[in-house]
């Protein structure tokens, strides 16, 4: 059982942990921000790759086959359920 003293640390560390995930959502929505003004530059000179000072800065394409489990499983249904294993995870979440 949590004594009052435990509830009282556990919501300190899960306010604590509220401020830590909004900082890094902050900080990931700049660097992306920053990307973008880097890509933007990179598009003004129809380059790939640049040199920037010590820097190499590559915005390159990339081809990538997947597989289409929708459409295949829509058309072999019988034969994806053949070769669909369950799997086990846990999932944290704070409301």
């Given at each position: 059982m949590?004594t009052?003293?435990?509830i009282?640390?556990l919501n300190?560390?899960i306010e604590?942990?509220k401020?830590?995930e909004?900082l890094?959502?902050?900080?990931?929505a700049?660097a992306?921000?920053i990307?973008?003004?880097?890509?933007?530059?990179?598009?003004a000179?129809?380059?790939e790759?640049m040199t920037v000072?010590?820097?190499?800065?590559?915005?390159?394409?990339?081809?990538?086959?997947?597989?289409?489990?929708?459409?295949?499983?829509?058309?072999?249904?019988?034969?994806?359920?053949?070769?669909?294993?369950?799997?086990?995870?846990?999932?944290?979440t704070?409301?």
């Amino acid at each position: 059982m949590l004594t009052n003293e435990k509830i009282k640390e556990l919501n300190a560390k899960i306010e604590a942990l509220k401020e830590w995930e909004a900082l890094a959502k902050e900080a990931e929505a700049e660097a992306e921000a920053i990307k973008d003004e880097i890509k933007a530059v990179m598009n003004a000179e129809e380059t790939e790759e640049m040199t920037v000072d010590t820097h190499i800065v590559r915005w390159t394409s990339v081809l990538s086959n997947r597989f289409d489990t929708t459409s295949f499983k829509k058309q072999f249904g019988d034969l994806y359920k053949a070769f669909t294993k369950q799997t086990k995870s846990r999932r944290f979440t704070i409301s």
